[in-house]
């Protein structure tokens, strides 16, 4: 029997097939998880994720997940344009956000035909569009920046340059949402550039880099407000963070819950952390090698659609 619906694990989601993909120049100042392509030339970089959006895509429609797959084509200078759940969230009720995006490349990433695409198929009642608090210097980027518990609703924000308090109080207040922010760092120091690298929130589990998270006390209160949930809490090591075990999204299928991850992400799991999620979701790893030399893994690949269907 399928799982009942859960307002946490979409069964739609927006994909974008890059057909110029490289890491972004104007993100690796601040992206540890980015790297370089050591002299791949690079054009053989852009087939490989290509053909790593393609496969993935299919994998998910395979298991039921409705896959909207847009192209892009390069033209506009959108080497990240693979990652679309930066620029607009959806939520239930119809409402759709837009947010405001540190990088000026990554800016462009914003296309009227997936915001039309939501609107044919989908009832939306608005589009709250915060791109305005980019000349300003406010940036907040979508469910990168925020790791959103839809059930609870609750914001979970780690400090960064790419969530700005300003713009997370002003989506906060819209959305209904009670920001919990945080400090949090690599075993370096350096601050971590987007929350949901370390962090996943499923309907009945969660996962969780507590060892970024640099305040003992703050660490024990996100801990403690996770567990009030309900949900079995997995406390992944700072190694299984560098290897985007954090960077999960849940996603409902023909058959039930899923757990989308690369298959990277699923390798380093422990024995232990496996038999957690089995009892809520199937783990259905993704092989995206090159897209994650960006700095960014299948949670950010996925922009999920949190809309009731037309």
């Not at 395979?62 to 192209?71: I, P, S, Y």
């Not at 009832?123 to 790791?147: C, K, N």
């Not at 959305?175 to 919990?180: D, K, L």
Request: net charge negative; with cysteine.
């Amino acid at each position: 029997m399928p799982s009942p619906r859960s307002v946490q694990a979409p069964d739609a989601v927006v994909m974008v097939r890059p057909h110029a993909f490289t890491p972004n120049p104007q993100t690796a100042a601040d992206n540890r998880f980015q790297r370089p392509t050591d002299g791949t030339p690079a054009s053989a970089v852009a087939a490989a994720a290509y053909a790593e959006v393609t496969a993935a895509a299919a994998t998910l429609e395979r298991h039921g997940v409705r896959v909207h797959l847009f192209d892009d084509t390069g033209e506009r200078d959108t080497p990240d344009a693979v990652f679309p759940n930066n620029w607009f969230s959806t939520h239930a009720g119809g409402h759709v956000a837009l947010y405001p995006m540190y990088s000026p490349n990554r800016r462009r990433e914003r296309r009227q035909d997936v915001i039309e695409m939501l609107k044919a198929e989908y009832r939306v009642q608005d589009v709250i569009d915060y791109s305005g608090l980019e000349p300003d210097g406010l940036f907040l980027e979508g469910t990168g920046a925020m790791v959103l518990d839809h059930a609870e609703r609750v914001a979970y924000t780690a400090r960064s340059h790419r969530a700005n308090p300003v713009a997370l109080e002003r989506f906060a207040t819209h959305f209904n949402f009670e920001p919990m922010v945080f400090d949090a760092a690599d075993p370096q120091g350096v601050p971590v550039y987007h929350t949901n690298v370390l962090m996943c929130i499923a309907t009945d589990f969660c996962l969780v880099g507590f060892d970024t998270l640099t305040d003992p006390q703050r660490r024990a209160e996100i801990h403690a407000r996770l567990a009030q949930s309900g949900r079995e809490v997995v406390a992944l090591s700072q190694a299984q963070i560098a290897d985007f075990a954090g960077n999960a999204i849940e996603l409902t299928g023909r058959d039930g819950r899923l757990l989308a991850l690369s298959a990277r992400a699923e390798a380093c799991l422990t024995a232990a952390q496996k038999q957690v999620i089995a009892r809520h979701a199937q783990t259905v790893p993704l092989v995206v090698p090159t897209i994650e030399m960006a700095g960014g893994s299948v949670r950010c690949m996925l922009a999920g659609i949190h809309l009731a269907r037309r």
